[in-house]
């Protein structure tokens, strides 16, 4: 196994080389590839054999991921496909052109951007990183279901330790801090992993629903919402104390491959603090375990999206 420059410690590579298994003839669907974790994720799911469709706001972005990808893997199925979250109208449209999946890794985010809205009028972060990826796994929901080993892996961060869902002001049009809204979404992004789970369960479907975190990783995701002073900060940290994007990959591959993942768990780095090293079992906080909350946020956002999960929540719906 490749060992890591300072240590004994596999690379990552070395690490997805003893722990996950060949993904021949299945199929992915990755958000947000075209950089960091999802970029990273794409192209050891490629390296495992499995067909990958990276996902990209901006195609020609998504090209050149893609051609990255090939030079590691040359025979490697991967193709693009525009995919714009933050325009519930783009997920609809990509979700109509995706038939026999077996995995989607739900990774892209915005994180602490200055306050701005989605197409259809909703707060930026939670608007892409949770409403569109639950309108995402609602369309998407049936096809996976009917898959040999399906999953849903949804990314989070470990800051959905400091959300609140914001019922009364689910927006930030009265209140808006770019870090109390990207907690907010994160935090959503745990609640609906797990209720989607318990829905599954209850209603006898085998899909998986997991969660993943990836600790602290140095990707684009410290300057592209970041601005001013948080930027220049965040510039040093990712410099001095962050692991590199492909470690913190890590996590969601194991969720979305590893033998023995089950539904209901939730994938983070095994280092202090959860901020680095190597896939393992973490807990989520005590309030994302609320029923009342999830049910709320479950019907507010079929509301806001317009997809309705037909999951009854005590397990009567048709199978
Ligand atoms: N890096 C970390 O330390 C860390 C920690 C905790 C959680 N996470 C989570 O990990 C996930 C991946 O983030 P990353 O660190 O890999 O950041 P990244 O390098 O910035 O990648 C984020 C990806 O999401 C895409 N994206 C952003 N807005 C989008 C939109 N409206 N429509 C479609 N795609 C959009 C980006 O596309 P563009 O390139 O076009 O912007 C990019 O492909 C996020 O969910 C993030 O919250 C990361």
């Known amino acids: 196994m490749s060992k890591s420059p300072d240590g004994d410690r596999p690379t990552a590579a070395g690490w997805i080389a003893e722990h996950l298994p060949r993904q021949s003839g299945r199929s992915f669907v990755v958000t947000g590839a075209n950089s960091g ?40 199925q991967v193709e693009v496909r525009q995919l714009d979250l933050a325009d519930l109208d783009s997920v609809r449209e990509f979700a109509a ?21 989605t197409v259809q009028g ?11 990826h639950f309108a995402l796994t609602g369309l998407l929901l049936n096809q ?42 994160k935090l959503a992004n745990v609640v609906f992993g797990l209720e989607l789970h318990r829905r599954l369960r209850a209603n006898g479907i085998g899909l998986l629903s997991v969660l993943a975190h990836p600790g602290y990783a140095a990707t684009n995701l410290q300057s592209t ?40 768990q939730f994938i983070g780095p095994d280092g202090r603090n959860e901020s680095k090293g190597y896939p393992t079992q973490v807990e989520p906080l005590d309030t994302a375990r609320d029923r009342e909350l999830a049910q709320r946020l479950w019907n507010i956002s079929e509301e806001l999206t317009g997809v309705h999960i037909p999951l009854d929540p005590k397990g009567t719906s048709p199978s």
């Open 37 to 76: 974790l999802g970029l990273e994720t794409a192209r050891a799911l490629a390296g495992l054999d499995a067909q990958v469709i990276m996902t990209a706001r901006d195609l020609a972005k998504g090209e050149a991921a893609r051609d990255d990808v090939l030079a590691d893997h040359p025979h490697a």
């Open 97 to 117: 052109g995706v038939s026999d999946l077996d995995v989607l890794v739900n990774n892209a985010g915005v994180m602490m951007p200055p306050r701005g809205t």
């Open 122 to 132: 909703y707060e930026l972060q939670f608007g892409v990183n949770h409403l569109a």
């Open 144 to 185: 996976l279901a009917q898959a040999e080993d399906g999953r849903v892996v949804t990314v989070s961060s470990g800051l959905h330790k400091r959300g609140r869902i914001h019922f009364e002001d689910l927006h930030g049009e009265q209140n808006y801090g770019r870090t109390k809204y990207y907690a907010q979404s």
């Open 225 to 264: 919402g970041p601005t001013g002073v948080g930027k220049l900060l965040m510039k040093v940290s990712n410099r001095f104390m962050a692991q590199d994007a492909a470690m913190g990959a890590l996590p969601q591959l194991y969720a979305a491959t590893g033998e023995d993942v089950e539904s209901g």
